[in-house]
């Protein structure tokens, strides 16, 4: 590939300049993963990491749109006699 002397002269190189090699390797590093971090979007779809065919994903898509968010608490208050605002217990 490379004979021995040539990469010999490549590291000689490195060593004797390396405060400039560092900075142009960072220098590349920041300008490469500004251009990629600029043109990302990130997008989650919590149904995309939930697994379509279990019972709960399926139940909670059926009634999704009754409530509106999976962080709705329905809490139903029954009595056996009356109403609950007439049985003193409950209220």
């Known amino acids: ?5 040539t990469v010999e002269a ?14 142009t390797v960072a220098a590349a590093t920041v300008v490469l993963a500004g251009f990629w971090v600029a ?5 989650t779809n919590f149904f995309d990491l939930y697994p379509p065919g279990h019972p ?15 962080n709705t608490l329905l809490l139903v208050v029954e009595v056996k006699n009356g ?6 217990a409950t209220v």
């Open 1 to 5: 590939m490379f004979s021995r002397k």
């Open 10 to 23: 490549y590291l000689f190189f490195l060593l004797r300049h390396r405060l400039a090699a560092s900075l």
């Open 39 to 43: 043109r990302m979007h990130v997008f």
């Open 56 to 70: 709960y994903i399926k139940l909670y898509t059926q009634y999704r749109s009754m409530f509106g968010t999976a």
């Open 83 to 88: 109403t609950i605002f007439d049985d003193p």
